[in-house]
């Protein structure tokens, strides 16, 4: 089989890494891509991601079985509708399914329809409504951008005044363009969060093992929001009852719901959920694999995921197998400046611990030399027996490293290690 994966970051390495480990792949292409991939002996095609006609061109000519989409933003501009309709195989939601990420307001009342415990929240497209709602439910409160922002459209707001801000900012300032002229503002919520996904075709519902991302920029929680600064899976203090409720309360019910709302949904499905003391709710839906999730999900799965894909693909029923002992762990490093103008052109340390992976996002290749060319760089991933030994491996090959211009968090999986959370 030829297979086409499309995006170009840490998420499609490791998927095109994994998918290139089957023995039914003979060649793993990747659309744009990134340099970084070619290590695991992913080829690169010139397209981007969202020149539809020209990627179904190459579908065609390479004679590829069938594409993977990785970001969001081709979903949400119906590349799966438009190979269908050239008569290719491509695994992902349609355009009208994607909408479950594409709007946050959406999301929202599909789950209100549908009894899928979630914040409660209130939409907004006038700036003093949103205002005279924020000050009558007072802070902490969390505002969010209805459309996509790269992960860096949610305001956790611990004060009024940063509330109101955030609110004007969207509304007033077109801070975020198209995708924040529509408002969410949900109530804060207490809890552990997780990433619970999902294989999912139509109603069949195939979850993945947890994880936990760490958003903020900065070591202890703290800075502004990102795209993702390291994850590790599984999650040891959330328990299986716990995950139990998220398949079958929120994962399993929307599946159903999207199927009720004329939008069936095949692809990857993405819920960032939270723990809380009446059971796990909805923070956000996402359609496709989360980064730096995949990193340190993908690793775990037993299974040739080619032939994963594949079965979905014939609608035939699979048997996901996931590694039951030790744990993996990714650490995003980035560039300075990330989530704001960030430095680029570095020199990027070259790799070869056997213990540790390396899978490349923002890079560019100079002079045969891997250099910085985005927010987040690359990620270092490790699985050890225990948590311990897992981020030993990772911070001792990224303290090997020359890391100028460049910043990482060194407390991901800190806190599941510290007992500070009891299993919830």
């Given at each position: 089989?030829?297979?086409?994966?499309?995006?170009?970051?840490?998420?499609?390495?490791?998927?095109?890494?994994?998918?290139?480990?089957?023995?039914?792949?003979?060649?793993?292409?990747?659309?744009?891509?990134?340099?970084?991939?070619?290590?695991?002996?992913?080829?690169?095609?010139?397209?981007?991601?969202?020149?539809?006609?020209?990627?179904?061109?190459?579908?065609?000519?390479?004679?590829?079985?069938?594409?993977?989409?990785?970001?969001?933003?081709?979903?949400?501009?119906?590349?799966?509708?438009?190979?269908?309709?050239?008569?290719?195989?491509?695994?992902?939601?349609?355009?009208?399914?994607?909408?479950?990420?594409?709007?946050?307001?959406?999301?929202?009342?599909?789950?209100?329809?549908?009894?899928?415990?979630?914040?409660?929240?209130?939409?907004?497209?006038?700036?003093?409504?949103?205002?005279?709602?924020?000050?009558?439910?007072?802070?902490?409160?969390?505002?969010?951008?209805?459309?996509?922002?790269?992960?860096?459209?949610?305001?956790?707001?611990?004060?009024?005044?940063?509330a109101v801000e955030a609110a004007y900012d969207m509304l007033e300032k077109d801070r975020f363009g198209q995708s924040g002229q529509k408002i969410v503002v949900e109530e804060f919520l207490v809890g552990e969060e997780f990433s619970l996904l999902a294989f999912v075709?139509?109603?069949?519902?195939?979850?993945?093992?947890?994880?936990?991302?760490?958003?903020?920029?900065?070591?202890?929680?703290?800075?502004?929001?990102?795209?993702?600064?390291?994850?590790?899976?599984?999650?040891?203090?959330?328990?299986?009852?716990?995950?139990?409720?998220?398949?079958?309360?929120?994962?399993?019910?929307?599946?159903?719901?999207?199927?009720?709302?004329?939008?069936?949904?095949?692809?990857?499905?993405?819920?960032?959920?939270?723990?809380?003391?009446?059971?796990p709710k909805v923070i956000e839906f996402n359609a496709r694999f989360g980064d730096p999730e995949t990193q340190v999900i993908l690793p775990r799965l037993k299974n040739d995921l080619a032939q994963v894909i594949t079965d979905l693909l014939e609608n035939k029923t699979v048997d996901l197998v996931w590694e039951k002992e030790g744990y993996n762990i990714g650490v995003v490093v980035a560039a300075e400046g990330y989530p704001g103008d960030y430095t680029r052109n570095m020199l990027l340390p070259k790799f070869s611990e056997a213990d540790t992976t390396v899978y490349y996002a923002g890079v560019k290749e100079e002079q045969k030399n891997l250099v910085g060319a985005g927010g987040r760089i690359y990620l270092v991933e490790a699985f050890g027996e225990t948590l311990e030994a897992a981020r030993k491996k990772v911070y001792e090959t990224l303290q090997s490293k020359n890391t100028a211009q460049t910043f990482y968090r060194k407390d991901i999986g800190l806190k599941a290690l510290e007992g500070s959370h009891k299993e919830i």
């Open positions: 089989m030829n297979i086409l994966i499309i995006g170009s970051g840490g998420r499609e390495h490791a998927i095109g890494k994994k998918i290139g480990q089957s023995p039914l792949v003979e060649k793993v292409y990747c659309a744009p891509g990134n340099p970084g991939m070619t290590i695991d002996g992913i080829q690169l095609v010139n397209i981007k991601e969202t020149d539809h006609q020209n990627l179904i061109a190459f579908a065609k000519r390479m004679d590829v079985t069938w594409s993977f989409v990785g970001p969001e933003i081709p979903l949400l501009n119906g590349i799966v509708d438009d190979f269908k309709e050239a008569g290719l195989k491509i695994f992902g939601p349609t355009k009208a399914a994607a909408l479950i990420e594409g709007s946050k307001s959406f999301a929202k009342e599909l789950m209100e329809q549908f009894q899928i415990p979630t914040a409660e929240s209130k939409t907004f497209t006038h700036y003093p409504e949103a205002k005279r709602y924020i000050e009558e439910k007072g802070a902490p409160i969390v505002i969010k951008a209805d459309g996509l922002a790269a992960g860096k459209g949610v305001v956790v707001a611990m004060t009024l005044e940063e075709n139509g109603k069949d519902v195939y979850p993945m093992a947890i994880s936990q991302d760490h958003k903020r920029a900065y070591d202890g929680d703290n800075g502004p929001n990102t795209g993702g600064m390291g994850a590790y899976s599984p999650v040891p203090q959330i328990s299986e009852e716990i995950v139990e409720k998220g398949i079958e309360q929120i994962l399993k019910p929307a599946a159903k719901a999207m199927i009720d709302m004329k939008r069936p949904f095949t692809g990857i499905l993405y819920a960032g959920l939270i723990a809380t003391t009446e059971g």
